[in-house]
């Protein structure tokens, strides 16, 4: 259904740094770096089918969040979940909700972490078993 998911940011550089470690644990590797037309810089990281985006805003404006948004990114394994998780925080994302790990609900068994990235963009790590 997705094609892929765009963020701003409003230290590109920072980004591209944090997002390398942290996709890094995912198996992503470096991201397509394009600037645009106008010198906007966007960094696209290309992996297993999907593709999320940085961007420094077109519009010129700061980069804020969306209150209520949150990104997932599929782990293969509930350690998957959690090294992710205290990879983002060792770079600099702040750990919120629950500390990692399992959470029972309607679904069955998911393994979920999450944290704030250095723009304040709500970041889950996700595993469910089969």
Avoid: W
Wanted: overall charge negative.
């Amino acid at each position: 259904m997705f094609s892929h998911i765009m963020v701003g940011s409003n230290d590109i550089e920072r980004a591209k740094t944090f997002y390398n470690k942290v996709l890094g644990v995912l198996g992503a590797g470096e991201p397509m770096v394009n600037v645009n037309d106008t010198g906007q810089t966007r960094l696209f990281y290309i992996h297993d089918g999907s593709i999320f985006c940085i961007t420094e805003p077109i519009n010129g404006e700061p980069a804020g969040t969306a209150n209520g948004a949150t990104i997932g990114f599929r782990c293969d394994s509930p350690e998957q979940v959690k090294e992710l998780h205290d990879v983002a925080v060792a770079n600099g994302a702040t750990s919120v909700e629950e500390p990692p790990g399992p959470r029972e609900g309607s679904m069955g068994t998911m393994h979920l972490s999450y944290f704030l990235d250095p723009d304040g963009h709500k970041i889950c790590g996700l595993h469910q078993a089969g």
